[in-house]
């Protein structure tokens, strides 16, 4: 007598990349799987990026960059909507833009107009800018304060 024993087969499987074996790389530096346009890929990706390569199945090679986690700066607001993000700063890094000047790494503030793209010392210079602006808010608000304002 023979059993036979029922079998499912998933129409649609994940799309999935065997591991690469391990290669000399620089310190910093991984190499990860990725799809273009639904096509395998390896790619190499700094250790900061948080992306998932393979979910974001870019368009085309021009197209998939890197990013750190966002650093956020929201703003009370007495709308529903609760506190509103005023800006956002990432490291990114687009290394296959057909673009050659605006390839490579920055860090990009995002103010929900047109990014800016800072370099190392430009972004050095805008945290100096916002620890001043901290200290100038924090004067202002002390200045309310001592009027009897909340
Ligand atoms: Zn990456």
Redesign the pocket.
């Known amino acids: 007598m023979t059993t036979t024993v029922p079998t499912t087969v998933n129409p649609n499987p994940a799309p999935t990349l065997p591991a690469m074996p391990a290669q000399p790389h620089p310190a910093g530096r991984r190499i ?1 799987p990725a799809l273009i346009d639904c096509a395998p890929i390896y ?1 190499d ?2 250790s900061w ?1 948080v ?1 998932d ?1 393979v979910a974001e199945n870019e368009g085309a090679l021009e197209d998939l960059y ?2 750190s986690d966002m650093a956020d700066l929201y703003v009370a607001s007495p709308s529903p909507n609760g506190p509103q993000l005023v800006l956002h700063v990432r490291l990114n ?1 687009d290394p296959f833009l057909i673009r050659r000047e605006g390839r490579g790494r920055n860090i990009v503030v995002d103010t929900g107009n047109d990014p800016f793209m800072l370099d190392a010392r430009q972004a050095a210079e805008f945290a100096d800018d916002l620890v001043a602006l901290a200290a100038q808010v924090r004067a202002m608000s002390r200045t309310l304060a001592a009027e009897g304002q909340k």
């Open positions: 990860v790619v990706c700094p990026c992306m390569h890197h990013s890094e």
